[in-house]
C-alpha cells in the first residue's frame, strides 16, 4: 500500500519536492534558549556547505515500530526540501510520514510489548513470521529503486533497504541511535554484559549492512577501531528547538507501551501534580492528569516542567535534555537498548533510573532530593547535533560517503 503525498498527486513513482506545511524560514533554525543554541546550519562540525547541485532521489527505509525512527527520518527531510525522498516503513511509522511524504509500505520487524517489557516469545514468533517472506519484501525493494531510481540510500534501523542497496551497488547509510551498541565500546556491569551480547547478535544479522553508520546519541563512547562510522549528537524535531524551557512545579509522565502495574500508584505518591501522556484514559486523579496525545501539549508541558517520568527512549530522553529537564527512568525490560540509554543517564549525573517494575517507597523522594545536581550536569551538556547531521548527510548526498578518500601527494620528479 502507498500512502500519497498529501498536496501533490502521485503517479507511478514520479514524486515532487516536499514543501513542509507551515513550516517558517526561523522554525528551523530557532534556539531554546542563549545558553543551549543549536546550530542547524551545514557549517556546524567545522564542515563547507555543498555546493548547489540537482535534487537526489533518496530512498529512505524506516523501522516502523514505535514514533522515534519516523521523528528522525522526517526531521531529515524536512531538512533538505531541494531532494525527492520515498520512504520505505510499515505500522506506525508508515502513518507519520505519510502526513508529508510518500510512503511504500514493506512490512518489518516487530517488537511485540507486554506489561513494560519487551514479550520475547511473541516478539521471536511475529518476526519469524515475517522474514519467511524475506526474500519475496527484498524483491518488493528491489522493484522499486529500479523504478525509482535513487542515487543514495538512507535506513533508520530497517533492514531491507541496506541489503536492497548493496544489491543494486548504491551507497547506503544507516542514520541511527541503535547501532551505538555494535559499533562503539562500552564499560557495563556484570548484570549487562549477556543482555549486550544477544542484542549485538540481533543488530549485527537483521540490521548492519549499510555501507556507513551516523550514530546520533546524548553520551559519546569510543568508536571500535576500523568501523565506518561517525558519532553526532541528538537529531531534534524543529518543534522542540522552537521551545523556550522555564521551570515549573509539575511533572510530565509519558509511557509510550502497556505499563506497569504500580506506575500510576507511583506518580500518585509524589508531591507534585503530574501531567501523564501515553495512558488509555482522560480526566483528573488526585495530582494526576491525564493528557490527550497533542505534540504541541506535550512539547509545552515538557518545556515547562520539572522532571521527566519515562522509559528509556532516546528520542525522548534526549529531548528533555535539550530543554534542561532531570529524567527518572523506567526502562523497558528486555530492552537492551534502553537499559543502556538508562546507564549512561546516571553515569552523566542527568537523572536516576528504576530497573524494578515495583519501585521502592521514596524513590521519588530521594529523585528530587538531586534535582539541583542534575539541572546543573544538564547545564553543562550539548545536546543538538543537527547541524553536524546535516552537513554530513549533504556530503553523503554529494559524494556518496562520509569519508572521501583523500588524494594521493605526489613526489616532486627530480630535473
Known sequence: MIFPHPFQSLSGISLGRHRPPSLTSGERTAT???????DTSMRAGGLSPPLQKPMARILYGVHGTAHGHAIRALTVARAFPEHEFLFLSYGRGAAILAREFPVEEVNGPLTVFSRHRVALGATLWENAKILRHSGRLLARVAHLIRDFRPQVCLTDYDPWTPWAARRAGLPCLSLD???IITLCRHALPRSHLWASLTTGLAVRL?????????????FRPPLKSRVKARLAGPLLRESVLSQRPSPGEHVVAYQSVPTFAGFVAFLHSLKRPVRVYGLPRQGTEGNLTFRPPSEK???SDLASCAYVI???SHTLLSEAFYLGKPVLSFPIRNAFEQVLNAH???????GAACRDLRPPPGLGRDF?????SYQANLAQGSFCGNGEIFALLARFFREGTLFPSRPREVAPQRV
Request: hydrophobic share 35%.
Open 344 to 350: 549512561y543517564l546516571e553515569r552523566l549525573g542527568f
Open 177 to 179: 541511535h541503535q547501532h
Open 297 to 299: 501539549g506535550f512539547l
Open 310 to 312: 519515562c522509559g528509556g
Open 32 to 38: 531554546v534558549e542563549e545558553r543551549r543554541p543549536c
Open 206 to 218: 537483521l540490521f548492519s549492512q549499510a555501507r556507513e553508520y551516523l550514530i546520533t546519541s546524548f
Open 368 to 372: 528530587e532530593t538531586r534535582l539541583a
